[in-house]
């Protein structure tokens, strides 16, 4: 069953190791980290190291309609799956240079989501071994799941079919 | 991704140039690519896999996704909470009662709302009868897949009674809707607890024709026994979850470890494989299937009258026969459909134990009556970022095991 203690210390850990850049916050499902973004994968290396030994799930939110600046959040749900601790991590993104360090060296898993964000809301992956588009076709313009983007998609030209 | 024994493997046809050359110059052939897919038949929707050969050997294997692409999540943002549900159905059509679960589960945690008992328990009978018919349709399409062709007919007749209860519940029989926030669209009709109980009873004997057909079939038990291995570290680091990872040898189980939903009070077994094989999630995926059975068994029996909805007008409609007679019930009720249900902003991550893995909902709201943003975490996803390391060093015609034994659904790993 769920071992709090375990998942206390391994949290705590990492806000101590790194006290300007990682702020914790309570949310009603699991605790919330607040990492600075440069400091994302060393944060994700001591986390794993400590028993979050799955990265459940690696998505974005856009806050454009909030007006939050930086605009964008990634988020991170890590997993142990010893512990069956939970915690969430969010590192905020900027919209001129939206970037951010790859952790596929740390969870090989993180390939595919990571393309799925830098597919649908154009943020990149520093370090990413093949950073293309994975839902929408390849040669697409725009990021669809950016609150800018309309939900009826944009006016693109007809295919050129050669004979 | 590196070959072994390539080259006893190696079978391909040698050029006219080199046709002098013999056998010693036939492992120095180049690999050859072929698409598997997207229309192909082994290959469940639209998925297609770049394989390079050498020989018969595969040397890499690279799927490509995105066919089914619809932006369902883009769509949820713009849809209000009630109607989202309508959407989660359509991504694992085959299990829709797990994705609605997990969708009102992670609303209701935001609401800060708990469904009556009643409502729970039939939650629970539908979830697991969802579980049996979406392991039916990979049975029957994996055994397909491997040339038992009868078992198909066979899986599809049980699985039909399932879509005929769900029919006389919800009204429909593919995406039912059938859970809603707060509780239930209704309570189940009159002589549906007995058909399921009968399903229920029945169910061992169809299980055992399965393994009838299956587990003295030489062909079916050499194509899996042995082949498509995946150890519990590697599936831990691509975020492996469900079946595939049970058979691997870990025991994780969000219906145990994390219940939720009230699945503390039931007694079943998480079955777990040995080695890793396509023959162990075979059968962990069996065996799970007389587990949910089980579990409804138990779920009929705790069956008790009551309500089927929380009774707060500003979360479900309130009842017909009240709007006829008092005013605010019909205010609630207008405002209901007209504004629809607000939702606390916050924000939340719910993760259940569908029948493919861990699906999961992160729900961020702004106070109003639409998700902000609502990301589906999908264990078919996942899964299918794992198929490389199943068919390492195997040969092409295990590609197709490999699917088989990965059980995707398209619509779910596209959104």
Redesign the interface.
Known sequence: MIDQAGQEAAIAAAVAAWPEGVRREEGIDMPVLIVQAPLIRPVCEELKRRGFDMLTDLTAVDWLPMGKVPRFEVVYHLFSTRGMWRVRLKAPVGEEDPVIDSLVPVWPGANWPEREVWDLFGIRFEGHPNLTRIMMPDDWEGFPLRKDYPLEGTERPAPIVRE | MEETDAGSRVASQPGPDEAEAGAEQESELRPMEINLGPQHPSTHGVLRVVLELNGESVVSCTPH??YL?T?M???IE?QRYQQAITIVDRMDYLSPMTNELGFVLAVE??LGIEVPRRAQVIRIINAELSRIASHLVWLGTHAMDMGAMSVFFYCFRERELILDLWEAAAGQRMNPTYMRIGGLDGDVPDGWVEKARAFVEEFPTWVRDYYRLLDQNPLWVERLRGNCFLTVEDA?????TGPMLRGSG?A?DLRK??PYAGYEEYDFDVPVGERGDAFDRYMVRMREMEESRKIIAQALDRLEPGPVSVRDDKIVPPPKEEISRSMEALIYHFKLMTEGLKVPA??????IEGPKG?I?Y?I?S?GSARP??C?V?PPC??NL??LPLLVRGQLVADVVTAIGSTDIVLGEV??
């Open positions: 996704i995105g692409h932006g999540e883009k769509t713009h945690k935001l831990i680091a691509h975020g492996i870990l994780l470890s994390a916050g924000e939340v991550y719910l993760g861990e999961g992160y961020v702004d902000f943003r990301r975490r996803f996942y970022q794992g596209d959104r």
